[in-house]
Every structure is written in structure tokens, then in C-alpha cells.
């Protein structure tokens, strides 16, 4: 099986930053990609920023230029740099990581998703 611990969320004011982490382990062959989404009350759950293990990378029109998604392969760890937050940035982010788990009876592709960390952007 496969665990995803997020960390780094909390309370910050607006304009301010944060960091989210998000690392993956356990029986994992492979990560095609990691990804962020974001949930807020009443709202649909949406992708926020993703990045394939090429470096190739995905943003959500309303954070591109102020959020920074990137992955240590090595360590199975995605980050998402969060700067100029605003009120509308408050959420629940998601992180999601799709991979090729490693069972005795050969690879099979899913998706995982880890527990969710809060982001609340408020003065």
C-alpha cells in the first residue's frame, strides 16, 4: 500500500506564504505525478497545480504566477509554494499522486490522496 503525508498548512494574512509538502511511500514502483487540488466549503474539489516526474508542470488559472509546484523524485515529495495568498486561497488542499503501486502479483496503476491540510488566508 501506499501512504501520503501532507504537511504545512495553518492561518496566514493576506500576501503572506506558505509552504505545503506532501511525501508519498510504501510500496511504490514508479510516480507518473503529483498534484495539488483544493476543496472550499461548498465548492466542487479543484486542481490547483500538477507536475509530471519530466518536470513538466500544470497550473490553475486563478494561481499561476504566485504558486510554485515542484517534486523531489528522489524522495517521493511533492511542494507547493504558496506566495501573495489571498481570501479566496482558503481551502482544503488535497495533495494526489498517481503511480504504479508494487504488489507480489505485478504493478498496477492508482491514484492516491493524502488526508488534506487547511489553508486559511485571513487579517
Known amino acids: 500500500q501506499v501512504q501520503l503525508v501532507e504537511s504545512g498548512g495553518g492561518l496566514v494574512q493576506p500576501g503572506g506564504s506558505l509552504r505545503l509538502s506532501c511525501a508519498a511511500s510504501?510500496?511504490?514502483?514508479?510516480?507518473?505525478?503529483m498534484g495539488w487540488f483544493r476543496q472550499a466549503p461548498g465548492e466542487q474539489r479543484e486542481l490547483v497545480a500538477a507536475?509530471?516526474?519530466?518536470?513538466?508542470?500544470n497550473y490553475a488559472d486563478s494561481v499561476k504566477g504566485r504558486f510554485t509546484i515542484s517534486m523531489d523524485n528522489a524522495a517521493n515529495t511533492t511542494y507547493l509554494q504558496m506566495n501573495s495568498l489571498k481570501s479566496e486561497d482558503t481551502a482544503v488542499y488535497y495533495c494526489?499522486?498517481?503511480?504504479?503501486?508494487?504488489?507480489?502479483?505485478?504493478?498496477?496503476?492508482?491514484?492516491?490522496w493524502g488526508q488534506g491540510t487547511q489553508v486559511t488566508v485571513s487579517s
Open positions: 494526489n499522486v498517481d503511480l504504479y503501486v508494487d504488489y507480489p502479483e505485478g504493478l498496477l496503476r492508482s491514484d492516491y
Open positions: 507536475i509530471a516526474t519530466s518536470g513538466n508542470t
Open positions: 510504501g510500496s511504490i514502483y514508479s510516480i507518473n505525478a
